[in-house]
T-cell receptor, first 114, second 117 residues
Framework: QKEVEQDPGPLSVPEGAIVSLNCTYS??????FMWYRQYSRKGPELLMY????GNKEDGRFTAQVDKSSKYISLFIRDSQPSDSATYLC??????????????FGTGTRLTIIP | NAGVMQNPRHLVRRRGQEARLRCSPM?????VYWYRQLPEEGLKFMVY????????ESGMPKERFSAEFPKEGPSILRIQQVVRGDSAAYFC???????????????FGPGTRLTVL
């Protein structure tokens, strides 16, 4: 069993829809949770960074963390064609020195249809 | 404000040759991380370095792979005697000094795509 599970998709939704992306994990030591966006043949770009359980909102993006269920989500409101990319969840233990490595999901490929 | 820089962006090697991948962190960042992304897979951690120190190499293959981050110059990931299975995208990330908090996020470069013929 992988430490982090993420549905690879592909996921196609019409422009303007709400998108829900999810990851589950098995390591209860994870405390920091991130979402990265990766366009084709580019490097990952940090979208959201959250600590422990709760919600965080930034513009059209909302990240949720439920540590009791070991489940994290990313919601995209009013989706745009420019949101078409692969979305990677990532997490790490910490904050102790030496726990900096990120563990990634495999990524969900999202296409927003105009 | 330049981001993380990696070169070359594309590298082609024949089996048995050496590959050298370079990474210059963002200005003010002193921590460097290397990840590998195989086709249709997520990024896998390889190694974490600070200047002149390897902090965590738990994801690094035991043979043929090495990494360094000298006092001056970029971080280098070296793969000796490459094999076809080494073909992948190699990403470097950097983060600023954490002051002991260990909470700073990692910013990724554009990657080097290695193809082994």
């Amino acid at each position: 069993q992988k430490e982090v599970e993420q549905d690879p998709g592909p996921l196609s939704v019409p422009e303007g829809a709400i998108v829900s992306l999810n990851c589950t994990y098995s390591n209860s030591a994870f405390q920091y949770f991130m979402w990265y966006r990766q366009y084709s043949r580019k490097g990952p770009e940090l979208l959201m960074y959250t600590y422990s359980s709760g919600n965080k909102e930034d513009g059209r993006f909302t990240a949720q963390v439920d540590k009791s269920s070991k489940y994290i989500s990313l919601f995209i409101r009013d989706s745009q064609p420019s949101d078409s990319a692969t979305y990677l969840c990532a997490m790490r233990e910490g904050p102790n020195f030496g726990n900096e490595k990120l563990t990634f999901g495999t990524g969900t490929r999202l296409t927003i249809i105009p | 404000n330049a981001g993380v820089m990696q070169n070359p962006r594309h590298l082609v090697r024949r089996r048995g040759q050496e590959a050298r991948l370079r990474c210059s962190p963002m200005k003010g960042h002193s921590h460097v991380y290397w990840y590998r992304q195989l086709p249709e897979e997520g990024l896998k951690f390889m190694v974490y370095l600070q200047k002149e120190n390897i902090i965590d190499e738990s994801g690094m293959p035991k043979e043929r792979f090495s990494a360094e981050f000298p006092k001056e110059g970029p971080s280098i990931l070296r793969i000796q005697q490459v094999v076809r299975g080494d073909s992948a995208a190699y990403f470097c990330a950097s983060s600023p000094p954490t002051g002991g908090s260990g909470t700073d996020t990692q910013y990724f470069g554009p990657g080097t795509r290695l193809t082994v013929l």
